[in-house]
């Protein structure tokens, strides 16, 4: 059975939270940054959320800014999203992604930029 990469989605309330995991497959091109990425139904894959591999920098878009916390543990090789306050908005396929741009903690990363694996996880909230 293949394991998912990305888990931990679900449905809740609006103000509740949220704990995503992305298990990421082995490093073979220099990885440098991970990153959360969401689509909504209609919409364009947008960034959210990115790590720096080394040293644990972050960088968030706007509109999870205060709420969203990216962290990671490097030697499982795990990256979380922990995602709070929850809002309709927030409503979304999410994937975990990585970078071997050596700028990628200095801009909010494009999925053009990244690489994807998994199929994702649903996060759904309700108001």
């Known amino acids: 059975q293949v394991q998912p990469v990305e888990s931990g989605g679900g449905s809740v309330q609006a103000g509740g939270s949220l704990r995503l995991s992305c298990a990421a497959p082995p490093d073979t091109h220099g990885r440098l940054c991970m990153g959360w990425f969401r689509q909504a139904p209609g919409k364009d894959r947008e960034g959210i959320a990115f790590i720096a591999v080394a040293g644990g920098t972050t960088n968030y878009a706007a509109p999870v800014q205060g709420r969203f916390t990216i962290s990671q543990d490097t030697g499982k090789k795990t990256t979380y999203l922990q995602m709070n306050s929850l809002k309709p908005e927030d409503t979304a396929t999410y994937y975990c992604?990585?970078?071997?741009?050596?700028?990628?903690?200095?801009?909010?990363?494009?999925?053009?930029?990244?690489?994807?694996w998994g199929q994702g996880t649903q996060v759904t909230v309700s108001s």
């Open positions: 992604a990585d970078t071997s741009r050596i700028d990628c903690i200095l801009q909010l990363g494009t999925p053009g930029d990244y690489n994807f």
